[in-house]
C-alpha cells in the first residue's frame, strides 16, 4: 500500500491530536502502550482483508492513527524531559548567584536587555539594564532572584500562558533586574559570534544613514528588529494591522528569497544556485532567529528553490505539511503555544484556499495595470478572514482598517526592504550610503505615516469580550463548511483554477506562487525577462 494524501492526513491527524494531549494533560504510558499493541494487532489483521480492498484500506488508516497518537505523545513527552531534574528547582524565589553563557543574541528594547543565558543544562530567562554592552557568548556572571515563569492576565482580559510560552522557547527559568558582569568573552558558537558581529556593523550602517524612526522600520522590516520601532510605533503597527511585515512574516522571508536567487541567476549554474540558495536561507535564518514564522517559510522557500532546479513539481501541501512536521517534531511545544506558528501556518492556508475562491467569485479586470491591486486585495482578505479567530480569541483585538493599511502599505516595502539593505551594504562608502539611506528614509517614512494617521482613527480597532476556545472551532469548521460547499457547487468547472489546489495568487502576502513561477519558468529565476516580474514592478 504506497503512501497518498489520505495517508498522510490521517498520520498528520493522529500525530497532531497526540502532541496536544500530552501538552495539555499527562497521558499515562499505559494508554502508550495499548495504543501501540492495538495498532500492531490492527495491522496484522489488515492482511486477513485481502479481498477486500476497502476493508483493508480503512484497518490500515486506523492502525496508522493509532500509532501516530502515541508517537506523538511519546515526542512530547520525551521534549519535557528537559525541564526535569534541574538542579535550580531547589533555589526558587532565591537570590542566586549564577555563572552562563549568553546562548542568544541579546535583545534590546527601550526599557531592558533581555538575555537567554544557558547554566549548565538550562536556559534562563535574564533581564538588565539595557546601558550595559553584552554580546552573544559572552560569559557573565548573574546576581539575582531566579523564579519560575507565571501566567498573567492581558489588558483586554486574556490569560497569556507564559510559562510553556517560553517553554516553547526551551525556557523554564526567569531572573529580573538582574546584576551582570561579564567575565569572559567567545564562549558560544564561533560561526554565530562572526554572523552576529556583521549584524551588528549593518545594523549600525543603517542607523547611521537613516534617522530613526525610520531605521527602526527598516530594521524591523529586513532583519525582524521589533525592537527597535518603540513602544508608540509598534503600537500603531497594531492598531493599523501591519505588525505582520515587522516580525519577518513569510513575506518578508520570501520577499528575500527572490532577492537572493535573482542576484544568483547572474553568477551560477544550477547546482550553484542549488547549494548557495540553501546556504543563504540558512544563513539568513540564523541572522534574524529561528522563530516559528522563519523557520516555516525558509523551509518552504529551501522547497521551491529545489523543486524549480531539479526539475520537480512545487506542490504548496506537500511543502506546507512537511514544514509543519518537522517544526513539531523538533519542538512539540510549538504546536499549541506559540502563536506565531499557529498564525504563520493558518494564514498560510488562507491563501491557498480562500484566494481561489475569490477568484471565481469576484469580477477581475483583464486590462494591464503597473499595481495588480485586486489580487493584493484578495489576499489580504484572505489571510485577514484565516487568522481572525486566533486573533479574537488571543487578543481579544482586531483591527478594522488592516485590509486597507496592507493595500496602501505593502505594494512598497520590497522597495523599503531593498533600499534599507544597499544602505547597510554600502555603509563602508558614506556617500552612496547616505544617497540610498535618503530614498529608504522617505518610502519607511510613507509606511510609518500611514500606520500613525489611521491607526488614530476612533474605529481603527474592534475589543471583544472573552471568548471560549469553542468559539474558535465552531468559526473554523464554519468556514470549512462554507468552503465545502463552495468546492462542490463549483465542481462541474472541470479545468478551472478553482479546482487547482496548488494554485495561488498573482500577488499574495506569501509571494510562493510567483516565486515558484518563476523559478520553474527559467533555470536563470528569469529576472531579465518583463513577463516573469510581479506586476506592479511592470
Given at each position: 500500500?504506497?503512501?497518498?494524501?489520505t495517508?498522510?492526513?490521517?498520520?498528520?491527524?493522529?500525530?497532531?491530536?497526540?502532541?496536544?494531549?500530552?501538552?495539555?494533560?499527562?497521558?499515562?504510558?499505559?494508554?502508550?502502550?495499548?495504543?501501540?499493541?492495538i495498532s500492531?494487532?490492527?495491522?496484522i489483521?489488515?492482511?486477513?482483508?485481502?479481498?477486500?480492498?476497502?476493508?483493508r484500506?480503512?484497518?490500515?488508516?486506523?492502525?496508522?492513527?493509532?500509532?501516530?497518537?502515541?508517537?506523538?505523545?511519546?515526542?512530547?513527552?520525551?521534549?519535557?524531559?528537559?525541564?526535569q531534574?534541574?538542579?535550580?528547582v531547589?533555589?526558587?524565589?532565591?537570590?542566586?548567584?549564577?555563572?552562563?553563557?549568553?546562548?542568544?543574541?541579546?535583545?534590546?528594547?527601550?526599557?531592558?536587555?533581555?538575555?537567554?543565558?544557558?547554566?549548565?543544562?538550562?536556559?534562563?530567562l535574564?533581564?538588565?539594564?539595557?546601558?550595559?554592552?553584552?554580546?552573544?557568548?559572552?560569559?557573565?556572571?548573574?546576581?539575582?532572584?531566579?523564579?519560575?515563569?507565571?501566567?498573567?492576565?492581558?489588558?483586554?482580559?486574556?490569560?497569556?500562558?507564559?510559562?510553556?510560552?517560553?517553554r516553547?522557547?526551551?525556557?523554564?527559568?526567569?531572573?529580573?533586574?538582574?546584576?551582570?558582569?561579564?567575565?569572559?568573552?567567545?564562549?558560544?558558537?564561533?560561526?554565530?559570534?562572526?554572523l552576529?558581529?556583521?549584524?551588528?556593523?549593518?545594523?549600525?550602517?543603517?542607523?547611521?544613514?537613516?534617522?530613526?524612526?525610520?531605521?527602526?522600520?527598516?530594521?524591523?522590516?529586513?532583519?525582524?528588529?521589533?525592537?527597535?520601532?518603540?513602544?508608540e510605533?509598534?503600537t500603531?503597527?497594531?492598531?493599523?494591522?501591519?505588525?505582520?511585515?515587522?516580525?519577518?512574516?513569510?513575506?518578508?522571508?520570501?520577499?528575500?528569497?527572490?532577492?537572493?536567487?535573482?542576484?544568483?541567476?547572474?553568477?551560477v549554474?544550477?547546482i550553484?544556485?542549488?547549494?548557495?540558495?540553501?546556504?543563504?536561507?540558512?544563513?539568513?535564518?540564523?541572522?534574524?532567529?529561528?522563530?516559528?514564522?522563519?523557520?516555516?517559510?525558509?523551509?518552504?522557500?529551501?522547497?521551491v528553490?529545489?523543486?524549480?532546479?531539479l526539475?520537480?513539481?512545487?506542490?504548496?501541501?506537500?511543502?506546507?505539511?512537511?514544514?509543519?512536521?518537522?517544526?513539531?517534531?523538533?519542538?512539540?511545544?510549538?504546536?499549541?503555544?506559540?502563536?506565531?506558528?499557529?498564525?504563520?501556518?493558518?494564514?498560510t492556508?488562507?491563501?491557498?484556499?480562500?484566494?481561489?475562491?475569490?477568484?471565481?467569485?469576484?469580477?477581475?479586470?483583464?486590462?494591464?495595470?503597473?499595481?495588480?491591486?485586486?489580487?493584493?486585495?484578495?489576499?489580504?482578505?484572505?489571510?485577514?478572514?484565516?487568522?481572525?479567530?486566533l486573533?479574537?480569541f488571543?487578543?481579544?483585538?482586531?483591527?478594522?482598517?488592516?485590509?486597507?493599511?496592507?493595500i496602501?502599505?505593502?505594494?512598497?516595502?520590497?522597495?523599503a526592504?531593498?533600499?534599507?539593505?544597499?544602505?547597510?551594504?554600502?555603509?563602508?562608502w558614506?556617500?552612496l550610503?547616505?544617497?540610498?539611506?535618503?530614498?529608504?528614509?522617505?518610502?519607511?517614512?510613507?509606511?510609518?505615516?500611514?500606520?500613525?494617521?489611521?491607526?488614530?482613527?476612533?474605529?481603527?480597532?474592534?475589543?471583544?469580550?472573552k471568548?471560549?476556545?469553542?468559539?474558535?472551532?465552531?468559526?473554523?469548521?464554519?468556514?470549512?463548511?462554507?468552503?465545502?460547499?463552495?468546492?462542490?457547487?463549483?465542481?462541474?468547472?472541470?479545468?478551472?483554477?478553482?479546482?487547482?489546489?496548488?494554485?495561488?495568487?498573482?500577488?499574495?502576502?506569501?509571494?510562493?506562487?510567483?516565486?515558484?513561477?518563476?523559478?520553474?519558468?527559467?533555470?536563470?529565476?528569469?529576472?531579465?525577462?518583463?513577463?516573469?516580474?510581479?506586476?506592479?514592478?511592470?
Amino acid at each position: 500500500m504506497t503512501p497518498n494524501n489520505t495517508t498522510i492526513i490521517v498520520f498528520t491527524i493522529g500525530l497532531v491530536f497526540g502532541i496536544s494531549l500530552q501538552s495539555l494533560y499527562s497521558v499515562s504510558y499505559n494508554f502508550i502502550i495499548w495504543s501501540l499493541f492495538i495498532s500492531l494487532i490492527l495491522a496484522i489483521l489488515m492482511w486477513r482483508f485481502e479481498s477486500r480492498e476497502v476493508e483493508r484500506k480503512q484497518v490500515f488508516l486506523f492502525s496508522l492513527f493509532l500509532f501516530a497518537l502515541a508517537f506523538g505523545i511519546v515526542r512530547t513527552d520525551i521534549y519535557t524531559w528537559r525541564f526535569q531534574g534541574s538542579s535550580l528547582v531547589n533555589f526558587l524565589n532565591q537570590k542566586v548567584s549564577l555563572v552562563g553563557v549568553v546562548w542568544r543574541e541579546p535583545e534590546y528594547n527601550d526599557k531592558r536587555l533581555r538575555l537567554v543565558v544557558k547554566s549548565g543544562t538550562d536556559l534562563i530567562l535574564v533581564t538588565t539594564d539595557r546601558l550595559q554592552e553584552i554580546n552573544y557568548g559572552d560569559k557573565i556572571t548573574i546576581s539575582g532572584k531566579l523564579t519560575s515563569p507565571k501566567n498573567f492576565t492581558t489588558e483586554l482580559g486574556r490569560e497569556f500562558d507564559y510559562q510553556n510560552y517560553l517553554r516553547a522557547q526551551k525556557i523554564n527559568y526567569l531572573i529580573s533586574f538582574a546584576k551582570i558582569t561579564v567575565t569572559g568573552e567567545h564562549y558560544g558558537n564561533f560561526f554565530l559570534e562572526k554572523l552576529f558581529s556583521i549584524k551588528k556593523i549593518f545594523i549600525e550602517n543603517i542607523q547611521t544613514a537613516i534617522p530613526p524612526p525610520a531605521s527602526g522600520l527598516g530594521l524591523g522590516l529586513l532583519l525582524g528588529v521589533k525592537s527597535a520601532l518603540g513602544e508608540e510605533v509598534d503600537t500603531n503597527f497594531r492598531r493599523s494591522g501591519l505588525t505582520h511585515i515587522v516580525v519577518l512574516s513569510g513575506y518578508n522571508v520570501m520577499l528575500i528569497v527572490t532577492f537572493i536567487s535573482a542576484f544568483l541567476a547572474f553568477f551560477v549554474g544550477r547546482i550553484g544556485r542549488i547549494l548557495l540558495g540553501l546556504l543563504a536561507i540558512i544563513i539568513f535564518a540564523l541572522l534574524v532567529g529561528l522563530s516559528a514564522t522563519v523557520m516555516r517559510a525558509s523551509i518552504m522557500a529551501g522547497l521551491v528553490i529545489l523543486s524549480s532546479n531539479l526539475g520537480r513539481d512545487y506542490n504548496v501541501w506537500r511543502a506546507l505539511w512537511l514544514a509543519g512536521l518537522v517544526m513539531i517534531m523538533f519542538n512539540p511545544y510549538l504546536l499549541l503555544f506559540d502563536l506565531g506558528f499557529q498564525l504563520s501556518f493558518v494564514a498560510t492556508i488562507g491563501l491557498i484556499m480562500i484566494v481561489p475562491k475569490f477568484e471565481s467569485t469576484i469580477i477581475t479586470s483583464k486590462t494591464k495595470q503597473i499595481f495588480d491591486w485586486q489580487s493584493l486585495l484578495k489576499a489580504t482578505i484572505a489571510t485577514q478572514l484565516a487568522v481572525l479567530p486566533l486573533l479574537i480569541f488571543y487578543t481579544g483585538e482586531i483591527s478594522l482598517i488592516s485590509v486597507l493599511t496592507n493595500i496602501l502599505v505593502l505594494p512598497v516595502v520590497p522597495i523599503a526592504m531593498l533600499t534599507t539593505f544597499i544602505t547597510g551594504l554600502f555603509g563602508f562608502w558614506e556617500p552612496l550610503s547616505i544617497f540610498v539611506g535618503y530614498g529608504a528614509y522617505l518610502v519607511l517614512t510613507y509606511i510609518l505615516l500611514v500606520a500613525e494617521k489611521l491607526s488614530n482613527l476612533s474605529y481603527a480597532t474592534l475589543a471583544l469580550p472573552k471568548s471560549s476556545l469553542w468559539w474558535v472551532l465552531v468559526l473554523y469548521l464554519t468556514f470549512g463548511w462554507l468552503w465545502f460547499f463552495h468546492t462542490r457547487k463549483k465542481v462541474s468547472l472541470k479545468g478551472s483554477k478553482l479546482l487547482d489546489t496548488n494554485y495561488l495568487s498573482d500577488w499574495s502576502l506569501e509571494d510562493e506562487d510567483k516565486v515558484r513561477l518563476r523559478l520553474k519558468s527559467n533555470t536563470n529565476f528569469g529576472v531579465n525577462k518583463k513577463s516573469d516580474l510581479p506586476k506592479f514592478f511592470k
